[in-house]
C-alpha cells in the first residue's frame, strides 16, 4: 500500500513537472511569434517558484537517493550556471538550470512528446492566425532573392528552426518504427 501511493505521489509530481515544462515552452514560443500576449508582472518568477517547490518535493519524495557524484554533479551545475548568469546577467539561464535540475528521473521520451505536442499546437495556431491575417506576417525582401515569408515568427531563420526542431523530434520518437531504409526513401 506504501509503495503503491509512492508511486502515485511520484506520477502526479512528473505530470506537475511535465505542465510547468509545457508553460515554459509555450511561454518561450511565444516570444519568437508576433502574437503580443500582455503576461502577468511576475509570471516568469512564480514559475521559477513552482519549479523549484517541484524539485525540492521530488527530492524529498525520490526513495533513490542520490550518490555523491550526483550530488557534485548538480551543485557543479548550479556554480557554472549562477556564475554565467552573474557574468552576462541572462535570467534565461535560471530557467534552463531548474528544468535541467527537474527532469531528473523524468524519461526523455516523456519531455520530447510534450514539447513535440506543445510546439506543434502553438505553431500551428501561429501559421494559421498570421495567414488569417490575424496576426502579422512578416516578410523579407532582399534583391535578387525570393522573397522569404516567417508566418507569424519573427525571422523566417526563426520559423526554419521550429520547424527542423519538430521534424527532429518526431522523428526520434518514431525512430522504432522506422529503420534507416524507410528515412531514405522519404528524402
Not at 90 to 117: F, M, P, W
Not at 134 to 155: D, V, W
Request: proline share 2%.
Amino acid at each position: 500500500m506504501k509503495e503503491k501511493l509512492l508511486e502515485n505521489k511520484k506520477k502526479v509530481l512528473e505530470n506537475l513537472y511535465l505542465t510547468v515544462f509545457a508553460v515554459f515552452c509555450l511561454y518561450f514560443f511565444m516570444w519568437t511569434t508576433t502574437f503580443w500576449v500582455s503576461w502577468p508582472d511576475f509570471f516568469v518568477s512564480d514559475l521559477r517558484t513552482v519549479m523549484i517547490a517541484l524539485i525540492v518535493v521530488k527530492a524529498s519524495v525520490s526513495e533513490k537517493k542520490s550518490n555523491w557524484k550526483e550530488l557534485v554533479f548538480e551543485i557543479g551545475l548550479i556554480a557554472v550556471f549562477l556564475a554565467v548568469k552573474n557574468r552576462n546577467g541572462q535570467e534565461i539561464l535560471l530557467d534552463t538550470l531548474l528544468l535541467i535540475l527537474g527532469a531528473k528521473e523524468i524519461a526523455s521520451e516523456k519531455l520530447i512528446r510534450v514539447y513535440t505536442v506543445t510546439i506543434a499546437t502553438a505553431l500551428f495556431v501561429t501559421i494559421g492566425a498570421s495567414l488569417l491575417g490575424i496576426i502579422e506576417n512578416l516578410s523579407y525582401a532582399q534583391p535578387g532573392r525570393m522573397t522569404r515569408m516567417a508566418f507569424g515568427i519573427g525571422y523566417p531563420t526563426d520559423f526554419g528552426a521550429h520547424v527542423l526542431f519538430l521534424l527532429l523530434c518526431y522523428f526520434y520518437l518514431r525512430r522504432k518504427k522506422y529503420n534507416m531504409w524507410n528515412w531514405q526513401l522519404r528524402f
